[in-house]
């Protein structure tokens, strides 16, 4: 008996993992269909799309934009929306089975705790979430016994060793890096990094903020706090190298000492689709990996002393409370700073540094503190242009 149709909604349809999402989909006619899109302001893209792939809905977070985009669609049926607040009752919607959560940083959060509350299974590629919010987003899913599916490479290597593997216990993890386009730059060469060459990654196609992200190792703090809310494991048992290719997304060490690695082209269309099809594994029409090509496999410790910025990720779950909240807020501001060319790539590091040293810390806090506390920790690290 064929599996019916699984109906998707993507939340931030126009970036780099909702493009990619939407090119699975069309691969997958028989198996998938968009039942919504979203985007915050790329109206020209989000109409396009919604007249390939012929949503139930379509939202523009910016309100301004919503005249627009109706007008756009006004020859097809299509219920067009406007706001966050928008986004949030869409993901309610009934006909939804899963909701790919792609809106990058903060703005992430408030209609991924709406879909689980409406018992919608995540597709998380908004690594922000767990980061800002990990505690209570694990502690709603589990409530409403909601899974969440993994759409980052790493996690979805980690989702896939330990897939079989029941109750054996997790020796460590060991989460891969490329180490970006700056793994060989100095200090005084870090200092004079420019917004061209950091958006230059040498593997991965990906949006604005996150290839900064990538090129800080930013990334790869945050990917550190995801994996200890997915996985459940100590901060000091996920391990961070550098592994230049990109064709080892993450392994799993266990008791034992064996080590189960997952590998694969730096594709994001193969972790997207396997959150998408879990648990049946789908053809994909990208190129396998040819071992015979590959001319060797290698792995770097990090340098913390040029990417500060790893080491605060570490110091900030190991705070716990707001703390990784602060850091959040800290990275999203400092890196828009970057890209508009207000401020060079190691001041990024420290305008991070200085926000957790002075934003009020909260202990044990709750959905609003979270919330206050990315409006405090945005406007102390403006202050510190």
């Not at 899109?37 to 390939?52: G, M, S």
């Not at 994001?268 to 594994?281: D, G, K, N, V």
């Not at 071992?291 to 716990?320: C, P, V, W």
Request: net charge negative; charged share 25%.
């Amino acid at each position: 008996m064929r599996e019916k149709k699984r109906k998707i909604a993507i939340l931030g349809s126009t970036g780099s993992i909702g493009t990619q999402a939407l090119d699975v989909i069309r691969q997958h006619p028989d198996r998938f269909e968009v039942f919504a899109i979203t985007a915050n302001n790329h109206v020209k893209l989000l109409v396009e799309q919604a007249r390939k792939f012929l949503p139930e809905i379509v939202v523009i977070a910016n309100e301004k934009k919503y005249t627009e985009v109706k007008e756009a669609l006004s020859d097809l049926p299509i219920k067009v929306w406007a706001g966050s607040d928008a986004i949030c009752q869409m993901v309610q919607s009934d006909a939804i089975d899963i909701v790919l959560a792609a809106i990058v940083g903060f703005a992430g959060l408030k209609p991924i705790i709406s879909a689980i509350k409406a018992r919608k299974t995540i597709a998380l590629a908004n690594k922000e979430t767990l980061v800002v919010a990990g505690g209570l987003i694990v502690s709603m899913a589990l409530a409403h016994r909601v899974p969440i599916l993994p759409v980052d490479s790493e996690h979805s290597a980690i989702f896939q060793c330990l897939n079989g593997e029941g109750c054996n216990k997790i020796d460590k993890i060991i989460l891969t890096a490329s180490g970006g386009p700056f793994r060989t730059f100095s200090i005084e060469e870090l200092a004079k990094v420019t917004k061209s060459q950091a958006m230059n990654h040498p593997n991965w196609k990906m949006g604005e903020k996150i290839t900064v992200d990538s090129s800080t190792l930013m990334n790869k703090g945050f990917e550190m706090i995801e994996a200890k809310w997915l996985f459940d494991v100590d901060p000091s048992d996920i391990e961070v190298v550098i592994h230049p290719q990109s064709i080892i997304h993450s392994m799993v060490q266990f008791k034992d000492t064996s080590v189960i690695a997952q590998l694969g082209q730096p594709d994001m269309r193969i972790p997207i689709q396997y959150a998408l099809s879990y648990p049946e594994r789908l053809e994909l029409n990208i190129k396998p990996l040819d071992f015979t090509e590959i001319s060797s496999l290698t792995f770097e410790k990090i340098d913390h002393d040029k990417f500060r910025n790893l080491t605060f990720a570490y110091q900030a779950i190991e705070m716990g409370g707001n703390m990784p909240c602060i850091l959040n807020a800290a990275n999203e501001v400092a890196v828009e700073l970057f890209l508009q060319e207000s401020i060079g790539f190691l001041q990024m590091s420290e305008i991070i540094e200085k926000t957790m040293q002075r934003a009020t810390f909260v202990k044990t806090p709750d959905l609003d503190d979270y919330f206050r506390t990315d409006l405090e920790a945005r406007a102390l690290a403006s202050e510190f242009i």
